[in-house]
């Protein structure tokens, strides 16, 4: 094999029905592609045929891909992506930090493919070119935490592990007698990283994930539910093969840059996401409150329970950071509550997805019986023990292995359809849910791990259940109350004031509404930035199929993207341009996957739709806030949806009326061979 | 900066360069002045800044510590030993690669605590245990970890006494390992081997200048400073580092 820079050439592919390992070796021409991570899971996604809508997700056909990129490794701020086909229906493409994507790349791999499905529980122990399928029995039913602790030392290289040499003879002899060897020999490193799925995705809830480091998780489009139906309890890696680069001394002096850079980041060295959520509700108008019934809480007070500083004093006890990353945006917190069962709960801040979506969406900041339009009338003692029930959710959703934005979403679904009588405790079991409480939310989360009574409907997601209670009470006004863009819930960023996320940006991510697809400023311009937009969604994909995080984006820019990939790669001419298409095909293998998989026939009816949104953001004005009286598009559904997203479908070079890649638009892209087949289907 | 300041400032350079005063007496000379170290652009010239130390400032019982409340587990202090590690035992492969298991320095994750593995130098007692040798030291059948005294030892080390080992000596992983073993059983585990040959690697402290120190970016989380203790008394096996950090740090008993 001809020698590999940056990449090592080689994705392992498992079968767990069969316990076979092979390897594959694509050509250089597909790394240059594709790179890695997002735009090289949906590739071979494509090639395995999985936008077959008779293949399903939790079928042993799906394959779950585990993808590191060419900068992943010893350059700043590694990740990994899996793709996979979601529970949902669609693609599920989704990134975590952690150490444990250079750990792969360090042991040969820039991928993993795992198909078929294990008889009984196992776990993947991958040692350099190692590959183990190993039995995980007695670790089904664990939390996220201990699993991965437990799993973690079971994976150690030869390097670290031996028999006994030592024997009395080899000390003096009083140190002998006083402490004669035990002959355990050597095994007490611990190196390996691990993804593991909590009881959740053991029991195939849709929205459940792979978590890692205890509190990093791959957390959207139900990753750990793939993997839960594979029987898989978790992916061990440990690597000691380290990486190559075509220019190491251009590589170090690159990325030395970037982490100066990173260095001075007083936004992310402070509070990390946690610092913009005052910001969020005061100036912005963009917090989810009690499933989005507001977007600002009158009393500017009110946010300070879950912003950077507050938790800062009250809770943060360190910070922790990715491989090469002088970010850390996440900060390990001890909680302190006058409630027993969460006093001392160790979790991680919550950062802004869960602030958002288990903290203001459910109601979590407000005193008993104040509104969000109410002064706020407690000190800073019912602040802390409101931040308390914030944190106490992350970590539930965590250890059990679950999305928070969609189970975010799901709770503050719930509680709005209690809020207004549309359901009674009887049709959740017995479980009388409202705001702000926790321990009911802590029952409900507890029926949907399990898979028990309500909990195997609520498993299913937001869209799910309000189509559920919709049918069984025979009232469609239900489904208004679902916060879901394209069956999936929305996270943390509201459209109506248009200043944090414009409404568009949502209808025209590949990754179903998704709140980091990039681009966000350009598709707040009035008029709006279509070209901007575009780029930022094309940049934003390639980021993620470098596997890099995208937080870090801004501090290694397009010129320090380009710079890294040719020192790593040794490619002279990549440029800009080309970094750009490969987030362009991500898009549109990732459109044509989403349409063909679910036999969308004409996708401006049945998926890029209004119905397919949340109808509050344009008839709904916020009550609240700065932009008090402002809704998404100033209500104008069809200028969102006949005006705006066909304007962009052509600036992308898709059709106008359907929104599929043209012909020569794919040919351009170089990805005819895998994709018009399909395509000219759809344009049908 | 006033004609007054600058010319000043250039008087106290020259002499500094001269080595007629101390690098400590010139930053406080300059501070005095009001003027910042780092706009006199004296310190990013490493060459006379760190000759100057390694001639002036014994380093002897310097050790390496770090502050698990402010290590993020970043890695940046293991990519520096290893990139500099791998230039000296693999050259050829150091060219164009870098590979984590050259460090001597490892930063081990345990989900919400980091902590950095690396040799304390630990020392037994004479009058107990009958040397006062360093343990894997002692227990090294063919003298291969040895120690090299102050102001002895390679080109470039600043003289403090640190611990080598003797590529040529040692047996290797494959049919050695005694001093991981008594490591691992009785202090920390501070000792890793090579992957190419599988021989030991133990922290030299750089002899006195420490590469991981100078490449972490979190201020005071890694710090090469004087301790009064026998270096045993901070070596721990990573797990049980890791409880007892977790147990402090967030005041709980993880169990696990």
């Known amino acids: 094999m001809k020698e590999r820079y940056g990449f090592t050439g080689k994705i392992a592919r498992i079968d767990l029905g069969s316990k076979s390992v092979s390897t594959i070796q694509p050509p250089e021409e597909v790394y240059r592609k594709f790179l890695g991570g997002w735009a090289m899971g949906m590739y071979f996604l494509f090639k395995e045929g999985l936008a077959d809508p008779k293949k399903e997700a939790l079928g042993p056909e799906n394959m779950l891909q585990l993808m590191v990129g060419p900068v992943t ?15 949902y229906n669609f693609n599920c493409v989704t990134l975590c ?4 994507g250079s750990n792969l790349k360090f042991a040969g791999w820039d991928g993993i493919q795992i198909v078929g499905k294990a008889d009984r529980p196992v776990y993947l122990a991958i040692i350099d070119d190692e590959i183990e399928i190993r039995d995980a029995e007695q670790y089904w039913g664990m939390g996220a935490e201990d699993a991965e602790m437990a799993l973690r030392k079971q994976v150690l290289a030869p390097l670290e592990i031996s028999g006994s040499t030592l024997s009395k003879s080899d000390m003096t002899r009083r140190w002998a007698k006083l402490r004669p060897p035990r002959e355990q020999g050597i095994g007490a490193k611990r190196l390996s990283s691990a993804w ?3 009881p959740a995705g053991e029991n195939r809830v849709w929205f459940a994930n792979m978590v890692t480091e205890g509190a990093r998780a791959h957390g959207r489009y139900g990753s750990g539910a793939v993997a839960g139906s594979k029987n898989l309890k978790g992916i061990v890696v440990r690597g000691t093969k380290g990486q190559k680069f075509a220019d190491k001394k251009k590589f170090m002096q690159v990325t030395s840059k970037i982490k100066k850079k990173e260095s001075k980041s007083h936004f992310w060295r402070s509070y990390g996401t946690a610092g913009i959520s005052a910001k969020e509700s005061n100036v912005l108008g963009g917090y989810p409150i009690r499933n989005w019934q507001w977007e600002s809480w009158a009393d500017p007070k009110t946010v300070k329970t879950l912003s950077g500083p507050f938790m800062d004093r009250l809770s943060f006890v360190r910070k922790q950071s990715c491989p090469g990353c002088a970010l850390h945006c996440l900060y390990p917190t001890e909680v302190t509550s006058k409630k027993e069962f969460m006093d001392k709960t160790i979790t991680d801040m919550p950062d802004w997805e869960a602030m958002g979506m288990v903290g203001g969406n459910v109601g979590y900041l407000e005193t008993k019986d104040m509104d969000p339009g109410d002064p706020y009338p407690g000190d800073y003692k019912d602040m802390a023990e409101n931040a308390a029930k914030s944190q106490y959710t992350t970590r539930m959703f965590d250890n059990k292995g679950m999305d928070f934005i969609e189970g975010g979403a799901l709770l503050g679904l719930l509680m709005e359809l209690r809020q207004r009588d549309l359901i009674g405790a009887g049709d959740l079991d017995g479980i009388d849910i409202s705001w702000g409480d926790v321990q009911s939310v802590e029952a409900i989360m507890e029926k ?21 209670f919709s049918s069984k009470k025979g009232n469609q006004e239900i489904m208004y109350y679902s916060m879901t863009g394209k069956r999936y819930a929305q996270p943390a960023h509201g459209t109506r004031s248009n200043r944090d996320r414009n409404a568009l940006e949502y209808v025209t991510v590949v990754r179903p509404c998704e709140h980091t697809g990039g681009g966000s400023g350009s598709f707040m311009k009035d008029p709006i930035d279509f070209e901007g937009a575009i780029n930022g969604q094309n940049s934003t994909a390639a980021i993620n199929s470098m596997v890099y995080c995208m937080f ?11 710079e890294v990939l040719k020192a790593v790669t040794g490619w002279e001419d990549f440029s800009k341009q080309e970094l750009l298409q490969v987030g362009e095909r991500a898009y549109a293998l990732s459109r044509l996957f989403n349409l063909h998989t679910q036999n969308i026939k004409d996708p401006k009816k049945e998926w890029d739709s209004p119905k397919m949104f949340p109808a509050r953001w344009f008839e709904e004005p916020l009550p609240t806030g700065p932009f008090k009286g402002r809704a998404a598009f100033d209500g104008d559904i069809s200028k969102l949806f006949d005006q705006a997203l066909p304007t962009y479908w052509k600036k992308r070079g898709w059709s106008e009326d359907k929104g599929i890649p043209s012909r020569k638009k794919l040919k351009e892209l170089g990805i005819s061979d895998i994709a018009e087949e399909i395509a000219a289907k759809l344009r049908s | 900066m006033t004609d007054f ?29 009001g003027v910042s170290v780092s706009a006199v652009g004296m310190f990013s010239d490493s060459a006379l800044a760190g000759e100057q130390d390694k001639a002036s400032e014994p380093r002897e019982n310097y050790t390496i510590v770090f502050d698990p409340t402010k290590c993020t587990g970043c890695l940046s202090c293991a990519v520096a030993c290893a990139d500099k590690f791998m230039q000296e035992i693999a050259p050829e492969q150091a060219k164009d690669s870098i590979n984590l298991e050259f460090s001597r320095i490892r930063p081990m994750r345990f989900q919400f605590v980091d902590f950095v593995n690396i040799c304390q130098y630990c020392e037994l007692i004479k009058w107990a245990e009958g040397t006062s040798q360093h343990p894997c030291q002692a227990v090294c059948p063919t003298g291969a970890i040895r120690t090299v005294e ?41 000792i890793s081997f090579d992957p190419i040959e599988g021989k030991a690697q133990v922290c030299t402290r750089c002899g006195g200048d420490p590469e991981c120190v100078k490449a972490c970016p979190e201020e005071g989380a890694l710090k090469f400073m004087p301790t009064l203790v026998n270096g045993r008394y901070y070596a721990n096996q990573p797990e049980e580092a890791a409880e007892l950090l977790y147990k402090k740090m967030y005041n709980k008993n993880r169990g696990l």
């Open chain 1, 73 to 87: 490794g010893i350059a700043p701020n590694a990740r990994t992506a899996i793709v996979t086909k979601s529970p």
């Open chain 1, 97 to 100: 930090g952690g150490q444990g």
């Open chain 1, 196 to 198: 593991v799925i909590g």
């Open chain 1, 448 to 468: 949907i791990t399990q898979g028990k009574g309500i909990g195997k409907i609520l498993g299913k997601g937001t869209y799910e259940t309000a189509r559920h």
């Open chain 1, 552 to 562: 870090a984006g801004g501090f290694w820019g397009d010129e320090g993207n380009v």
């Open chain 2, 5 to 33: 300041k600058q010319e000043r400032v250039s008087e106290l350079k020259q002499e500094y360069a001269k080595g007629a005063i101390s690098r400590r007496d010139f930053i406080r000379m300059l501070t005095a002045l």
């Open chain 2, 150 to 190: 102050q102001g002895e030892g390679k080109e470039g080390y600043t003289g403090m006494g640190y611990m080598t080992v003797d590529r040529e000596k040692c047996l290797g992983i494959q049919n050695c390992g005694r001093c991981l073993e008594v490591c691992e059983e009785q202090f920390g585990s501070g």
